[in-house]
């Protein structure tokens, strides 16, 4: 971890908030940040009561926050709805017209949703939902594209407290089928196809390959949306078309009051066994954080054309595209399509047209940016932005400085937002007109979260050493446990390290108090963003008939932040060829998807271990990095003999 990033201590440069935009921020000192910090901490319970008064209850809490460790409940007591709140709340008010989704799709057609559009169509839906025998607790996968439908279903499903399971378009049938029979979902909501790099992505046929066979026996119904046209296998009985269904449905459908400890949703997301863990989010508690975050992060105006790049496939998308800003009545941007389709100036053209205000993304889009060059930037009239957001791992400074610079023009700052699927919401990041920031720095807490860097035993290490991010007290987007499985919840985020919430991630605080995240320190990967667990990927690679043992680490990529690399030792009767390392590398696209697919499959006779059997990833990084300690290990038989003495030495 240490060697792979470098001395983060080292970066020095602070930019302190830029002047114009601080004259209009909600937040407009590092004082003012932290004279409300300290009573959100001092005392929770009165700082997110406070908050939550900005939203509607159909019933007040009669407790703000009852904690039993591992076990928190938020708003005890209270009756809230998150799609009243994202919507039917605007409507008596000036809101109500104004634009809630701006949507391009890739091909370049465009639509916008005003407030009182969404709502009707948000109803219609859930009349659609109804219909097809779905209430209040069943579980409904959602494998859709990027367009305005798809925040309609989530919406959908929150008026009536339908519990969705939204799967990444890009996973495969086999990942899709996991996931649906995990949360037995009574029904899977997708679409013919979605656009992306001018191709459709076939998403209909990847749901049916997934339920074939009663593969999927809980699932009763699919709900299809026609985007691209393209044929689809239809399944009789099963299969009932979007349009054909919405056809007759009202545009009233009554919101249902959900206790705020109703789960909200489902979202699967990778950790360090084979198993994806479904994290399970409460309504009450994550839509007050998710709507606090956004509006004091992203500064969110009524005037702001937001536009946060990700999938909603991952929660950044659920968080803030979806609940966040919408609670918030903002006006979000939404794209379907790739960054460089067309061509590499479609993000820039787009925000020159539509006159985007806030842009959110990850480091490593902006890394493939700069490798573009800068005039796919330049050449178009940037001025509408006003700030700059980046998530989903650790920003080298390189491209943080080039994101200032180039795309910013030293007029916006910028927000390294630090948080997880687990946490609902961002739980450190600069506030944009308080905090200045430095490059590579996620910075400070939000309100109310309370993160400390400790050695194993929890105890704090010394200011600009290495250890282990932890949150000290449960904030309200807190997951309130993994989906069937309490016990793993129990064990992989409280009983790590006794008595706090153990994010996987390594961190250093600085001088000042700044967090620095230095990535996993557990076996899960980030490939530009995306999360995976080096066992998923080991588990798909010894389904191959060829492999007898696999074992799977991450190594530095200037591209992909991260990137996999495989160590395979093959059955005897089987040959090191070119040819398998291919069947190798589609055998996990097929698996998981083929955002997964590795970088590069070394053949080794054998893997190192400990006496215990234990897999010795440790050198395995090395060889994948040609450590210069290991000599040279060039060879495959090197790697083996390397392997054998090593685990001789344990
Ligand atoms: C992991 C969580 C949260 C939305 C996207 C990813 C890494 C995330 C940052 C950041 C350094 C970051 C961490 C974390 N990460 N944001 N600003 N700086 N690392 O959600 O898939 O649950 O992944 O992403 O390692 O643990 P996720």
């Known amino acids: 971890m240490a060697e792979e990033r470098g001395n983060v201590a080292e970066q020095s440069a602070v930019f302190p908030p830029p002047k114009e935009f601080q004259k209009t921020a909600y937040i407009q000192s590092l004082d003012e940040y932290r004279e409300r910090y300290e009573r959100s901490i001092r005392d929770p319970e009165g700082y997110w009561g406070e908050v ?81 025998g779905l209430q209040k607790g069943d579980r409904v996968a959602v494998y859709m594209p990027m367009i305005p439908e798809l925040a309609i279903v989530l919406l959908a499903c929150a008026r009536l407290g339908i519990i969705h399971s939204v799967i990444f378009g890009g996973f495969s049938a086999e990942a899709v089928r996991e996931r649906v029979n995990d949360a037995t979902c009574k029904a899977v909501i997708t679409a013919d196809g979605g656009w992306r790099r001018a191709k459709i992505v076939p998403l209909k046929e990847t749901v049916d390959k997934a339920l074939a066979d009663g593969a999927c026996p809980s699932v009763e119904k699919v709900l299809v949306f026609k985007r691209c046209g393209n044929d689809i296998p239809w399944t009789e009985g099963r299969d009932v078309w ?29 950790g360090s066994t084979g198993k994806p863990k479904g994290v399970q989010h409460a309504v009450g508690g994550y839509m007050v954080y998710t709507a606090h975050t956004a509006k004091y992060i992203f500064d969110l105006k009524d005037t702001d054309l937001y536009w946060c790049t990700a999938d909603i496939g991952w929660i950044t998308g659920h968080s803030y595209i979806v609940y966040g800003p919408l609670a918030n009545g903002a006006t979000v941007f939404m794209y379907e399509g790739a960054p460089d389709t067309p061509n590499w100036g479609r993000f820039w ?51 943080w400085l080039w994101y200032y610079r180039v795309v910013g023009k030293e007029r916006c700052p910028i927000v390294d937002t630090w948080w997880q699927t687990e946490t ?53 987007g807190m997951m309130r446990t993994l989906w069937g499985d309490p016990d793993r919840y129990r064990q992989s985020y409280w009983e790590v390290i006794p008595h706090v919430y153990f994010t996987g991630d390594g961190a250093m605080r600085d001088r000042d ?29 010894v389904g191959h008939p060829a492999v007898a043992e696999a074992a799977v680490i991450g190594v530095p990529d200037e591209l992909t932040g991260q990137a996999l690399v495989c160590f395979v030792t093959l ?60 000599g040279n290990i060039d060879t495959l038989e090197d790697i083996s003999v390397l392997a054998k003495l090593q685990a001789d030495e344990e």
């Not at 109500?96 to 109803?123: N, S």
């Not at 108090?513 to 690679?541: C, K, M, P, Q």
């Open 513 to 541: 108090g700044y967090f620095w995240i230095l990535g996993r320190i557990d076996d899960v990967v980030n490939i530009s963003g995306h999360r995976i667990g080096t066992a998923e990927v080991e588990h798909a690679l």
């Open 349 to 399: 053209e787009m925000i020159e047209r539509h006159r985007i205000t806030i842009l959110y993304t990850a480091p490593t889009a902006i890394r493939a940016f700069i490798r573009q060059g800068n005039q796919w930037v330049t050449q178009h009239d940037l001025s509408s932005l006003r700030l700059l957001g980046t998530v989903g791992e650790p920003i080298n400074p390189d491209a």
């Open 424 to 476: 609902g919401g961002i739980l450190i990041s600069p506030l944009p007109g308080a905090t200045p920031t430095k490059p590579g720095s996620a910075t400070l807490p939000f309100f109310g979260v309370e993160p400390d860097v400790v050695d194993q035993d929890g105890k704090p290490v010394p200011t600009g050493e290495q250890g282990f991010l932890v949150i000290r007290q449960p904030w309200p």
């Open 52 to 132: 939550a008064e900005e939203f509607h209850w159909f019933k007040k809490w009669n407790q703000v926050r009852k904690w039993e460790e591992p076990w928190v409940e938020w708003f005890v007591g209270a009756e809230t709805n998150l799609c009243y709140n994202c919507v039917d709340r605007h409507l008596n008010t000036e809101r109500r017209h104004k634009a809630a989704i701006v949507f391009e799709g890739e091909p370049g057609d465009v639509r916008t949703l005003t407030y009182q559009q969404l709502h009707d169509e948000v109803c219609r839906v859930a009349n659609v939902l109804k219909g097809l």
């Open 571 to 630: 059955k005897s009767g089987y040959q090191k060829s070119d040819e398998i390392k291919g069947q190798l590398v589609e055998q996990v696209a097929s698996v998981i998807g083929k955002f997964a697919r590795p970088k590069e499959i070394r053949f080794t006779d054998a893997l190192p271990k400990t006496r215990s059997g234990k897999i010795m990833r440790r050198l395995l990084r090395k060889v994948a990095l040609r450590d210069p300690s290991l």
């Open 242 to 270: 979007w349009h054909e269904a919405i056809a007759e449905a009202s545009t009233d459908c009554p919101v249902e009051p959900l206790d705020a400890q109703h789960p909200a949703f489902i979202l699967y997301t990778s």
